[in-house]
């Protein structure tokens, strides 16, 4: 019988990282189109506002936002209920609105851009909802629905966007259509969705909801800090060669995170059997599990870093002009982009693993690593020292993951 369970979950597996891998891959590719919309329509200088919005609410939204779909997703016991994530999901979501803005006038933005960076945050307020149905939908393994949702909040997203975008020419009013869009599919498909899936109450013991927040603290950090990874060379682009170069890196680093996408997609379909094997003590399956996934990120790595090298240059051309035709910034955009997917891959074990405090470590650790190289390679080699920044962070902290992660497979042995 308990064959059999297995063998059930190993298919539903399968066909969770199918769907996962769909609605991902929509909707990488249509938030790519939005960047190509406001690139033929506006300019790198505005691709490079809509770049610099994104780059200061995320962060700040990853922080103090808890990164709480992970803990959901691992909380097989179902310590805390559906409802118990939303409440602290909305509480969240007013203190990240409040931070976004306080950032914006610390950073001396200007009015417009103001406008832009309150009109991004609010259409992460509307993402940040979907991912708290998200994270019960993928406790429950039904990321076919999840995929849905991506589907759905993509195209309507990106038509209302496009739209307004065309109409106006104001990024703004581009960004209030796609948040319109997302708050609809959040209340009307996502919420629908979640409360009739699964089991949504809690177990049998009540615990506080200030113990959801301190579990879910040093994810949050660490998301806060993943994200600043990403983002700290867009920060010293912005500030030494300004909007337009930050537009063309930006656009180029958005199409490498395609890599991380695909990868992603199977890493947010195994965490939470990761979590099922690390808590059931299942050494082997564990670490079967988390080579195949990491040897996936691997060769999707190798062939995305190929493509940008033959192909690369002229698909810039083609797509978004010449302006944006830099092949060696793109190879070495994939190069990073893969030494972050293998550095994710691993972190999901860890996280799997409840070591969210090592984790956060090894995330601190490569954060400095880019921050300290960033402001010197960037002035020396451009928007190419920009990327080669990330490099050599994730560079130190696979490292890092991987003696961390075997003290986690001793233990689970002892």
Request: glycine share 8%.
């Given at each position: 019988?308990?064959?059999?369970?297995?063998?059930?979950?190993?298919?539903?597996?399968?066909?969770?990282?199918?769907?996962?891998?769909?609605?991902?891959?929509?909707?990488?590719?249509?938030?790519?189109?939005?960047?190509?919309?406001?690139?033929?329509?506006?300019?790198?200088?505005?691709?490079?506002?809509?770049?610099?919005?994104?780059?200061?609410?995320?962060?700040?939204?990853?922080l103090?936002?808890?990164?709480?779909?992970?803990?959901?997703?691992?909380?097989?016991?179902?310590?805390?209920?559906?409802?118990?994530y939303?409440?602290?999901?909305?509480?969240?979501?007013?203190?990240?609105?409040?931070?976004?803005?306080g950032?914006?006038?610390?950073?001396?933005?200007?009015?417009?851009?103001?406008?832009?960076?309150?009109?991004?945050?609010?259409?992460?307020?509307?993402?940040?909802?979907?991912?708290?149905?998200?994270?019960?939908?993928?406790?429950?393994?039904?990321?076919d629905?999840?995929?849905?949702?991506?589907?759905?909040?993509?195209?309507?997203?990106?038509?209302?966007?496009?739209?307004?975008?065309?109409?106006?020419?104001?990024?703004?009013?581009?960004?209030?259509?796609?948040?319109?869009?997302?708050?609809?599919?959040?209340?009307?498909?996502?919420?629908?969705?979640?409360?009739?899936?699964?089991?949504?109450?809690?177990?049998?013991?009540?615990?506080?909801?200030?113990?959801?927040?301190?579990?879910?603290?040093?994810?949050?950090?660490?998301?806060?800090a993943?994200?600043?990874?990403?983002?700290?060379?867009?920060?010293?682009?912005?500030?030494?060669?300004?909007?337009?170069?930050?537009?063309?890196?930006?656009?180029?680093?958005?199409?490498?995170?395609?890599?991380?996408?695909?990868?992603?997609?199977?890493?947010?379909?195994?965490?939470?059997?990761?979590?099922?094997?690390?808590?059931?003590?299942?050494?082997?399956?564990?670490?079967?599990?988390?080579?195949?996934?990491?040897?996936?990120?691997?060769?999707?790595?190798?062939?995305?870093?190929?493509?940008?090298?033959?192909?690369?240059?002229?698909?810039?051309?083609?797509?978004?002009?010449?302006?944006?035709?830099?092949?060696?910034?793109?190879?070495?955009?994939?190069?990073?982009?893969?030494?972050?997917?293998?550095?994710?891959?691993?972190?999901?074990?860890?996280?799997?693993?409840?070591?969210?405090?090592?984790?956060?470590?090894?995330?601190?650790?490569?954060?400095?690593?880019?921050?300290?190289?960033?402001?010197?390679?960037?002035?020396a080699?451009?928007?190419v020292?920009?990327?080669?920044?990330?490099?050599v962070?994730?560079?130190?902290?696979?490292?890092?993951?991987?003696?961390?992660?075997?003290?986690?497979?001793?233990?689970?042995?002892?």
């Amino acid at each position: 019988m308990a064959s059999n369970v297995m063998s059930q979950r190993i298919v539903g597996l399968r066909t969770n990282f199918a769907w996962n891998f769909l609605g991902e891959s929509v909707y990488s590719l249509v938030q790519w189109m939005l960047v190509v919309v406001v690139a033929q329509l506006g300019s790198p200088a505005l691709v490079g506002q809509f770049a610099l919005a994104l780059a200061i609410a995320a962060p700040v939204f990853l922080l103090v936002g808890l990164n709480l779909r992970v803990v959901q997703a691992t909380d097989s016991a179902r310590v805390w209920s559906l409802t118990d994530y939303l409440r602290v999901r909305h509480l969240l979501n007013g203190a990240c609105l409040v931070a976004c803005l306080g950032v914006g006038l610390l950073a001396g933005l200007e009015p417009a851009m103001l406008a832009v960076l309150a009109v991004v945050a609010a259409t992460k307020i509307a993402e940040a909802l979907s991912q708290t149905y998200y994270g019960h939908l993928q406790r429950c393994e039904r990321l076919d629905i999840v995929s849905w949702s991506l589907m759905l909040r993509s195209l309507l997203g990106a038509t209302l966007f496009s739209a307004a975008f065309a109409v106006s020419g104001q990024l703004a009013a581009a960004i209030v259509g796609q948040c319109l869009a997302w708050t609809a599919v959040a209340l009307l498909f996502d919420r629908r969705a979640a409360w009739s899936v699964g089991e949504t109450q809690r177990g049998a013991e009540a615990v506080p909801l200030a113990r959801l927040v301190r579990r879910a603290l040093p994810l949050g950090v660490d998301a806060g800090a993943s994200s600043l990874i990403v983002n700290v060379p867009r920060y010293v682009l912005a500030s030494t060669l300004g909007a337009a170069q930050l537009g063309v890196y930006a656009s180029l680093a958005y199409l490498a995170q395609t890599v991380s996408m695909i990868t992603g997609s199977l890493a947010n379909a195994v965490i939470s059997r990761l979590a099922l094997y690390h808590e059931g003590g299942q050494r082997r399956e564990f670490t079967q599990l988390l080579a195949r996934l990491t040897g996936f990120g691997v060769v999707v790595a190798l062939v995305g870093a190929l493509a940008a090298a033959v192909l690369g240059e002229a698909f810039l051309r083609l797509v978004l002009g010449s302006a944006y035709a830099d092949r060696e910034l793109l190879v070495v955009l994939m190069l990073s982009a893969g030494m972050a997917t293998v550095q994710r891959c691993l972190g999901r074990g860890l996280q799997a693993a409840h070591v969210f405090g090592r984790y956060l470590a090894t995330d601190i650790i490569c954060l400095a690593s880019v921050a300290v190289s960033a402001p010197f390679l960037v002035p020396a080699f451009g928007v190419v020292g920009a990327a080669w920044s990330l490099v050599v962070g994730f560079t130190f902290t696979i490292a890092i993951e991987l003696a961390v992660l075997r003290r986690v497979l001793v233990k689970m042995s002892s």
